[in-house]
């Protein structure tokens, strides 16, 4: 999804719906979340708020982030601004695959 706000908004309901259907069943249930990486502070926030508030297990990422009007451009997650998002899966002790 190349749209930001859309990308993250939806990662916030499929991360919560995930959660209350795990609840249901925690102890056969777990989940990793899913992230809009378009900024890498939001994503470490939301990491967090998953992880820690709702008991998933990690997160689950693509090789990149589509982006721009049409979704023809690409953000990849190995320049120094993706610091912060991989110090918050260090800090968290989670797999990101």
């Not at 930001?4 to 979340?33: L, M, Q, S």
């Not at 982030?65 to 997650?77: A, V």
Request: overall charge negative; hydrophobic content about 35%; aromatic content about 10%.
């Amino acid at each position: 999804m190349h749209d930001r706000k859309e990308a993250e908004e939806k990662a916030t309901v499929a991360n919560n719906w995930a959660a209350t259907e795990i609840k249901k069943h925690p102890d056969r249930f777990g989940a990793f979340c899913t992230l809009s990486m378009h900024d890498p502070r939001q994503a470490a926030g939301e990491l967090e708020r998953c992880v820690k508030g709702l008991g998933m297990l990690g997160a689950l990422i693509n090789d990149h982030q589509s982006t721009g009007p049409d979704g023809e451009w690409l953000i990849f997650y190995d320049g120094p601004e993706w610091d912060i998002f991989w110090e918050k899966v260090v800090e968290l002790d989670v797999p990101c695959k």
